[in-house]
């Protein structure tokens, strides 16, 4: 059985830090896509970051509002993604979810794994 199994998340001011972690288990995922998305009251669940470990050496991408304060990171021996989060901010609010897919995360509705979620609140 997959499961996707996320923590570290937390209460933290803004300009402040967090890290959370996302262990996968149940299958190899070394050649997928792996990654976060979250979601905020009342908004879709939207993209984060992800890295590729399907090329010689892993790809990363950011969505623009995160770029230069959150970064991706995984241990793909481990099945294990990190997202290092600096300079939050009250708009980073959500629960952030863990994702997993064989190819991308392209059409979210597609995506094959998800976590159950982890709660980041940022306080001003």
């Known amino acids: 059985q997959v499961q996707l199994v996320e923590s570290g998340g937390g209460l933290v001011q803004a300009g402040g830090s967090l890290r959370l972690s996302c262990a996968a288990s149940?299958?190899?995922?070394?050649?997928?896509?792996m990654g976060w998305f979250r979601q905020a009251p009342g908004k879709e669940r939207e993209f984060v970051a992800l890295?590729?470990?399907?090329?010689?050496?892993?790809?990363?991408a950011y969505a623009d509002s995160v770029k230069g304060r959150f970064t991706i990171s995984g241990d793909n021996a481990k099945n294990t993604v990190y997202l290092q989060m600096n300079s939050l901010k009250p708009e980073d609010t959500a629960v952030y979810y863990c994702?997993?897919?064989?190819?991308?995360?392209?059409?979210?509705?597609?995506?094959?794994?998800w976590g159950r979620g982890t709660q980041v609140t940022v306080s001003s």
């Open positions: 890295i590729n470990w399907s090329y010689s050496t892993a790809y990363t």
């Open positions: 149940g299958r190899t995922f070394s050649r997928h896509v």
């Open positions: 994702a997993a897919d064989p190819t991308s995360f392209a059409t979210i509705t597609t995506i094959d794994y």
